[in-house]
C-alpha cells in the first residue's frame, strides 16, 4: 500500500486500486476480471485502512454490494455472524449468512428488513470473544425497519443479539424487534454501558441459564419493551448500576427458576406494571434502588424459596409498595414506603414473611398481614 493506493499482486496480475473513492473503487472492482474479483476484494479488506473503508461504506452513493466483500475482514478476534438480513446506512446485505467485521463500528445502523422466525440480527458465537478481548460493538444501533416490516399479530418472532460469549455494548441500542432486544445464554456474558433497550416485543435483555451473566451500568435504559425490561431466569445472572427500567407493560425485572438479580446504587424501577416480580426459588438484591409508580406494585415477591432483600431503597406512588406471598420471604434494611396508592406491605399466606428492621412508613403508608407474618424491628 502506498499513499493513496493500493497495488494487489497475484497469479492474475497486478493491478493498482486508489481504495479511498467510492466510485473509483466501483470502477476497480469492476475493471478486474471477474474470476479474480473477489480474491481482489478479499486482499483489498485485508490490507486497507479499516476506518477508511467504513467511511466509504458510510457513504456511498452507488450503494455497492458491500455483502460480497465484508466478511473477507482479516479481523483474528471480532467477528459476528448476521443470520438475518440487515442494511448498514440503507445498504441491504440481503440473505447474508456470513461474517462482519465488528470492531470500531462506531455510529453506524443495523437496520433489520426481515427478521426469521427464532433467528437474531447478530450471533456472538461462543470462542468469538474472551474476558480480557471482549467483542466490543461503540455506537450501533440494531432496530426492526418498520416501513418495512411492520409488526403484525403473526410476525416472526426474532430478537437483534444472541450473546454466547463475551460481549461489550458502549452506547448502543436496541429496539422495535418482534421478540427481544439481547439474549445471553450458553455461558455468555453481556457487559452494557449507556445502552438502551427498548420497544421490543417481548424484553429488553433475557438471561438464561446458569453460567450466563449480564452486567448493566452508567445509565443503561430498558423502556417501553412490550412484555419484561429484563427477564432473568433458568439460573442466569443479572447486575445492574445506574439502570432504568420503565414503562415496560409486564414488569421491570422478572426473576424466575433459579434466576438471581443485583440491583446496585441509583436503580429505578418506574412506571412498569410491576417493578420487579420474584418468583419461586430465586432471589432479589437492592441496594439504594428506587421503585415508582408502578401500576401493580413495586416488588413482588411470591413462593416457596422466593426472597427480596431491600437495603436502603425507596418504594413511592405504587398502587402497592410491596406483596410478599405464597411462602415468599421480604427482608428490608433502612427502607422508606410512601404513598403507594393501597398499602405499603402486604403479606398474605402461610410461610410468607416480612423482616423490616429501620424502615419507615410516610403519609399513613400502611402494613397488612393476611395469614403471613410481619416483623417490625
Not at 450473546?163 to 452506547?171: K, Q
Amino acid at each position: 500500500m502506498d499513499g493513496q493506493n493500493l497495488v494487489v499482486y497475484g497469479d492474475f496480475g497486478a493491478y493498482t486500486c486508489r481504495w479511498f473513492k467510492d466510485e473509483e473503487f466501483e470502477d476497480f472492482l469492476q475493471s478486474v476480471q471477474e474470476s479474480d474479483r473477489e480474491h481482489v476484494a478479499e486482499l483489498v479488506m485485508q490490507r486497507a485502512d479499516r476506518p477508511a473503508m467504513l467511511a466509504l461504506i458510510k457513504s456511498s452513493s452507488k450503494k455497492i454490494q458491500w455483502f460480497r466483500y465484508l466478511h473477507h475482514s482479516d479481523s483474528p478476534k471480532i467477528r459476528g455472524n448476521i443470520v438475518a438480513a440487515i442494511g448498514i446506512n440503507d445498504q441491504t446485505l440481503k440473505d447474508y449468512s456470513g461474517e462482519i467485521y465488528l470492531e470500531n463500528l462506531g455510529d453506524i445502523d443495523l437496520t433489520c428488513k426481515e427478521l426469521p422466525t427464532d433467528k437474531s440480527v447478530i450471533v456472538v458465537k461462543e470462542d468469538a470473544g474472551t474476558e480480557g478481548k471482549p467483542v466490543t460493538m461503540k455506537e450501533v444501533r440494531f432496530q426492526l425497519y418498520k416501513e418495512t416490516s411492520p409488526r403484525l399479530p403473526d410476525s416472526p418472532t426474532s430478537f437483534l443479539l444472541d450473546v454466547g460469549s463475551h460481549v461489550t455494548l458502549d452506547n448502543c441500542e436496541l429496539s422495535d424487534s418482534t421478540w427481544g432486544g439481547a439474549v445471553v445464554r450458553a455461558w455468555g456474558h453481556l457487559k452494557a454501558t449507556r445502552t438502551m433497550f427498548r420497544r421490543n416485543k417481548s424484553f429488553g435483555v433475557a438471561v438464561k441459564y446458569a453460567g450466563s451473566t449480564a452486567v448493566l451500568e452508567e445509565d443503561c435504559k430498558l423502556s417501553d419493551n412490550e412484555g419484561n425490561g429484563a427477564s432473568v431466569g433458568d439460573g442466569g445472572h443479572l447486575q445492574a448500576t445506574r439502570t432504568t427500567f420503565s414503562g415496560n407493560t409486564g414488569n421491570g425485572v422478572c426473576i424466575f427458576s433459579g434466576g438471581t438479580v443485583i440491583l446496585k446504587e441509583d436503580c429505578t424501577l418506574s412506571d412498569n406494571e410491576k417493578g420487579a416480580r420474584v418468583e419461586v426459588g430465586v432471589g432479589l438484591e437492592a441496594t439504594g434502588t428506587t421503585f415508582s409508580r408502578n401500576v401493580k406494585v413495586g416488588v413482588n415477591v411470591s413462593g416457596t424459596g422466593s426472597k427480596a432483600v431491600l437495603m436502603g431503597c425507596k418504594l413511592f406512588e405504587n398502587v402497592a409498595g410491596t406483596l410478599v406471598g405464597d411462602g415468599g420471604r421480604l427482608e428490608a434494611t433502612g427502607t422508606t414506603f410512601s404513598r403507594n396508592v393501597k398499602v405499603g406491605v402486604c403479606v398474605s399466606g402461610t410461610g410468607s414473611k416480612a423482616v423490616l428492621t429501620g424502615c419507615t412508613s410516610v403519609g399513613g403508608d400502611g402494613r397488612e398481614a393476611d395469614n403471613g407474618t410481619i416483623v417490625a424491628q
